[in-house]
């Protein structure tokens, strides 16, 4: 079937035509006007209408006229088949995929007649999430499987049913829409349905399967250290019986709590109070244990993540008697605002008592068995000054210090003969942790106050650390212009892997300098040794002498903060502005390096590297880490670079910055939230579908479909099959004809005498 039709390049508007028009009609009163009186009437018509012929021929010229020749075919239309493989529809917890390759099999492997493919309708096959994708009936099963381990493919039935409609120009008679109905965009998204084509759709799965899941976890986003925080988990119960499950929290592979509820109602509020032992953001796993169904990752095992920061240095003070360096220390913790201080200080010891026990060695009752016992982990600091664990029966006790270090506590351990020649601290485990080698007890010498004055020594190994390490001067200038100390406790020098920061200047330990300052770090915590009792002397006698009266205070709170890690004292900064990120946005790592002196350091190299972590339930189970980003770069002249990532997957990570040339090494992880909406809510929507079907003249299945019957209702369609366009303004036809009306008209007017 041939179909002429014409067109114009130029179309002119309304307010064109009404402008040419009067154009035109003046063009002819002004020839009218100078036509000659002895000229007929019937010229004068002729000559007049062949001008407002030129005129109006010019006019379409102008336009640019095209004629187009359309050859067209009646055909058997197209059907478009929409199948749903979001999360709800592929998860490995429903038997959706199961029943959706079901239909595809029973049905669509003979939607086209491939002996009569002029008459047989053909599919056009489509998968759709969150987008939409062009496919072939052989690849939909493997994107089914595909898509099962995903953790973000939400369901938009609208945005794809508007691409189809948009790309259809009239092929498709009808599309045929596969899904459970549970849209993540809410029923609103009808009223945005722009499409004239019949929308059949059909229901896959059912709300019968029993499920047990957590729906939700609420959680602040931030909390301080040691201080313990609501964490509210939400379990949903869809037609199980009554069941006995257990609901774990986990920290770092670790079981911190743990609960076993019994399911009453449809959703059970599970309160945990979690109290953080880490600064930093830690990231928290919540799941479910002992179903007696096959249960998907993504609804039974959920994790969260917490930005934990320090409110307060929590010191627990245990001094062995009191002095001068006692009094100046307490004094000095009470009154900076940062400080939570408990104290105990012994007025006599336990070989002064009258029975083998504590009671009366203090002022108030030692309550150390609750302290070490309960109460030990809530510290961030144990300072011991001049202090004999078992002069104050907490001897028994020293493991627990030992294990308090080991897991990420600062022990500041200085004074005199009771600190470095304790017989309990000798024998125990707490003396290989130490940074400075204790003698024997019957070894131990303190040099006579009177004989022994000094000025400490900054020691080699010590000028770029950071404890010492103060902005206004060197710390060796500084100590130069304070009062002298007096006494040493003599030790048998350094353990392995401690730093000696001050030394004395004469006194030797196994042929080296004495170390009066020492410093190490034992897996997660940090020890600070100071061998003398005489510091106070920096704060009382260095003031009254004219010195710098707040170094001492500084000089402490600056131990503190190395002890805890405090970031102010690390030269190699990350910042990352919190934990908890979306999927598909742009992550920034803030990261900033200085110099051993705490000045920029612009230019240095920086490697930065990101692992995915796998999350586990189980306790026992390794946390495996794989590299999947890695970066080199360097700093500009602040000492500054800002680091863009684009992550793919929700989970958790892991990133590692590091300068090879400064020995600096810094771990930082942090969450990438899955969009968890499509599995928090899996419930079939057969009323969405049925809006849908309703909305465009379709028809609706519920759980039972054959294609036959959507096949057998179609009307046929043109297609065109050829289309040729001619150039009518460009004709030699239309040149010439334009030539001989020119021509006539000017024949005509001379032969009338027009101007």
């Known amino acids: 079937m041939n179909d002429f039709y014409l067109s114009y390049v130029y179309k002119l508007s309304s307010s064109y035509v009404i402008i040419f028009s009067i154009a035109g ?11 000659s009186k002895n000229l007929t009437n019937s010229k004068k018509a002729v000559i007049l209408i062949l001008r407002a012929v030129i005129f109006i021929f010019a006019l379409l010229i102008f336009m640019q006229p095209t004629l187009t020749l359309s050859q067209t075919e009646l055909k058997r239309p197209d059907i478009a088949i929409l199948i749903d493989t979001s999360g709800s529809m592929t998860s490995d917890n429903s038997n959706r995929s199961k029943q959706l390759s079901s239909i595809i099999n029973n049905n669509f492997k003979f939607c086209q007649n491939k002996n009569d493919k002029k008459n047989s309708a053909k599919c056009v096959f489509y998968t759709f999430n ?30 794809a049913l508007n691409a189809v409609s948009a790309e259809s120009d009239g092929r498709y008679s009808s599309i045929i829409i596969l899904s459970d109905g549970a849209d993540n965009f809410s029923d609103d998204n009808i009223e945005k349905l722009n499409t004239q084509i019949p929308v059949h759709t059909v229901l896959v799965g059912n709300n019968k399967d029993s499920d047990i899941k957590i729906s939700k976890i609420k959680s602040d986003w931030f909390a301080f250290l040691h201080k313990p925080f609501p964490v509210h988990v939400y379990i949903k119960n869809r037609g199980r019986n009554v069941e006995k499950i257990n609901v774990s929290l986990l920290h770092d592979n670790k079981l911190i709590s743990s609960k076993k509820i019994t399911l009453k109602s449809d959703t059970e509020d599970i309160k945990f109070n979690v109290t953080p032992q880490k600064t930093g953001i830690q990231i928290y796993t919540v799941s479910l244990d002992n179903l007696t169904s096959k249960s998907s990752i993504n609804s039974n095992s959920k994790y969260f993540s917490v930005k934990v920061s320090r409110d307060k240095y929590r010191i627990l003070h245990l001094s062995g008697s009191p002095t001068f360096d006692q009094r100046f220390l307490r004094d000095t913790i009470k009154q900076w605002p940062m400080a939570e201080l408990v104290s105990f200080y012994l007025l006599r010891n336990r070989l002064q008592s009258a029975n083998d026990n504590t009671s009366g060695l203090s002022l108030i009752p030692f309550p150390k068995d609750e302290l070490f016992l309960k109460h030990l982990d809530e510290f961030d600091i144990i300072i011991m000054q001049d202090f004999d664990p078992y002069s104050a029966g907490v001897d028994k006790y020293i493991d627990k210090i030992s294990e308090f270090v080991l897991n990420g506590g600062g022990l500041f351990i200085l004074g005199g003969e009771k600190s470095f020649k304790s017989r309990s601290i000798y024998t125990s485990s707490l003396k290989e942790l130490l940074p400075v080698k204790l003698k024997s007890p019957s070894k131990t010498l303190t040099l006579p106050e009177n004989e022994s004055l000094f000025t400490p020594r900054v020691s080699q190994q010590a000028k770029n650390h950071p404890l010492i390490q103060f902005k206004s001067k060197s ?75 707040n170094f001492y205070t500084e000089f402490i709170k ?21 934990g908890d990120y979306d999927i598909k946005k742009v992550i920034t790592f803030n990261i900033s390096v200085n110099m051993p002196d705490f000045t920029p350091a612009g230019g240095q190299k920086v490697k930065l590297e990101i692992f995915k972590t796998t999350p586990v339930s189980d306790q026992n189970a390794i946390n495996e880490s794989q590299s999947i980003f890695k970066k080199s770069f360097a700093t500009d002249s602040s000492g500054i670079h800002n680091q863009e990532w684009y992550p793919k997957k929700s989970g958790t990570y892991k990133v590692i910055v590091s300068v090879k040339e400064q020995h600096l090494l810094l771990e930082e992880q942090f969450l990438i939230k899955p969009d968890s909406s499509e599995y928090d809510y899996m419930d079939t929507n057969p ?22 019957n959507i096949n057998n209702d179609h009307n046929r369609f043109k297609k065109t099959v050829l289309k040729k366009s001619y150039p009518v303004w460009a004709s030699p036809i239309t040149l010439l004809i334009m030539l001989m009306l020119l021509f006539i008209q000017w024949y005509l007017g001379r032969k009338s005498g027009l101007p």
């Open 558 to 578: 600056r131990s503190f903060k190395w002890l805890v890690k405090d970031p102010e004292l690390e030269r190699l900064k990350l910042q990352i502005e919190t």
């Open 25 to 35: 009609a003046l063009a002819l009163l002004w020839t009218f006007i100078n036509f």
């Open 687 to 708: 009323q969405y579908l049925k809006k849908l079907s309703d909305k465009t003249r379709g028809q609706f299945f519920n759980n039972t479909f054959n294609f036959k």
């Open 130 to 159: 969150e987008s939409i994708k062009k496919t072939v009936l052989k690849d939909i099963t493997r994107t089914i499987k595909l898509n099962q381990t995903s953790t973000s493919l939400k369901t938009d039935i609208t945005k």
């Open 475 to 549: 710390f060796q200038d500084i100590i130069f212009n304070m009062p002298k100390l007096a006494g040493i406790i003599s030790t048998g020098g350094l353990n392995d892997n401690a730093v000696k920061l001050l030394e004395h200047p004469y006194v030797k330990s196994n042929s080296k300098k004495a170390p009066l300052l020492a410093v190490t770090e034992r897996e997660d915590g940090r020890i600070i040794a100071l061998t003398t009792d005489s510091l106070w002397r920096w704060r009382f006698v260095g003031p009254v002498n004219g010195g710098d009266g």
